[in-house]
């Protein structure tokens, strides 16, 4: 089993910048890829970006630029490092880890962006 718990998420002004942080607990060995992705109301959840085991990264088009995501494997931690956001940035952030052949998801972590 694999737990994933999120923080790092807040109220901030557009422009501002977070760094999510999702920490990974459990049988996480041998993972294939862990990632952020967001759901904002009314919207279906979307990835965000990710990570390979090997330390690929893809990103969507719409945070290229402002969103970065990393790791820190002696820690069992996964970040993301959030500038210049605005507000269609707001969303709950999810972090997963997909081990084959199951995905695992934390309970999300609320983002929100004034403008």
């Known amino acids: 089993q694999v737990q994933l718990v999120e923080s790092g998420g807040g109220l901030v002004q557009a422009g501002g910048s977070l760094r999510l942080s999702c920490a990974a607990s459990?049988?996480?060995?041998?993972?294939?890829?862990m990632g952020w992705y967001r759901q904002a109301p009314g919207k279906q959840r979307e990835l965000v970006a990710s990570?390979?085991?090997?330390?690929?990264?893809n990103y969507a088009d719409s945070v290229k630029g402002r969103f970065t995501i990393s790791r820190e494997n002696a820690k069992n931690t996964l970040y993301l490092q959030i500038n210049n956001l605005k507000p269609e940035d707001t969303a709950i952030y999810y972090c997963?880890?997909?081990?084959?052949?199951?995905?695992?998801w934390g309970q999300g972590t609320q983002v929100t962006v004034s403008s």
């Open positions: 997963n880890l997909h081990r084959v052949p199951t995905t695992y």
């Open positions: 459990g049988r996480i060995f041998g993972f294939n890829a």
């Open positions: 990570i390979t085991n090997g330390g690929f990264t």
